[in-house]
């Protein structure tokens, strides 16, 4: 059974930094691509990084480029997001999400989400 569970989140300042986590278990961790999404309430699930299964490349959303780093230690069946120069439009549940194989494109199980609140 795939299980993902985000931590990490919590409330910044404009400008700070926070960095997420998402363990994972269930799956052969190192197989699959992983990726960042986000949400607000009353708006659609935004799409924020992806990596590859062997960490070998990443992608941003045009909005986090730059700011946000998205990394993977296969040891630890962890995928990070070094979210810095944060601001309040980066408010939203963050959600990881295992791909359905090596690329970071579709994907088929979700973690419960990790709030993330800028605010001065």
């Known amino acids: 059974q795939v299980q993902l569970v985000e931590s990490g989140g919590g409330l910044a300042q404009p400008g700070g930094s926070l960095r997420l986590s998402c363990s994972a278990s269930g799956f052969t961790f190192s197989s699959f691509a992983m990726t960042w999404a986000r949400q607000v309430p009353g708006k659609g699930l935004e799409w924020v990084s992806g990596?590859?299964?062997?960490?070998?490349?990443?992608v941003y959303a045009d909005s986090v480029k730059g700011r946000f780093t998205m990394s993977r230690d296969n040891a630890q069946n962890t995928v990070y997001l070094q979210m810095n120069s944060l601001k309040p439009e980066d408010s939203a549940l963050y959600y990881c999400?295992?791909?359905?194989?090596?690329?970071?494109?579709?994907?088929?199980?979700w973690g419960q989400g990790t709030q993330v609140t800028v605010s001065s």
């Open positions: 999400a295992k791909a359905k194989a090596y690329a970071p494109k579709e994907y088929d199980s």
């Open positions: 990596i590859y299964n062997d960490g070998s490349a990443t």
